[in-house]
């Protein structure tokens, strides 16, 4: 690390490093998911960058997590999906304990997604 002639250094992520947050990744599985397509649709965004990202039809939100936006409009016909989306932002804790009370059986695990595994 250098610093400056006036004791300051150049770049305040050098005097507090912080450990890279691992980016969020789709939570669900959704029929017509776009986790395939994305280095396709990510040729189209555009070079400059946008100021919105606006998802009208966000499913499992592939496209929406794979870029990360800093300000999005999320929507979905769906109103249950949006339920699901807002309970993981607002109340995280009370899913993570609700879901921990599940159990899946292994005969279930492996058919996940319709196809056996």
Avoid at 16 to 44: D, E, N, T
Avoid at 66 to 93: H, K, M, Q, W
Avoid at 96 to 105: A, D, I, Y
Wanted: aromatic share 10%.
């Amino acid at each position: 690390m250098t610093i400056s002639r006036r004791g300051r250094v150049p770049n305040q992520a050098q005097l507090f490093p912080v450990q890279s947050v691992a980016q969020a990744k789709p939570f669900l599985k959704w029929a017509g998911g776009k986790s395939r397509l994305l280095p396709i649709l990510r040729k189209y965004l555009p070079a400059r960058g946008y100021r919105r990202y606006i998802e009208p039809f966000l499913g499992g939100g592939a496209f929406f997590f794979d870029t990360a936006p800093n300000r999005a409009i999320l929507g979905d016909a769906n109103p249950e999906l949006i339920s699901c989306y807002e309970a993981v932002r607002d109340v995280p804790d009370e899913v993570t304990q609700v879901l921990q009370g599940m159990r899946v059986s292994h005969k279930e695990h492996q058919h996940v997604g319709g196809r056996q595994s």
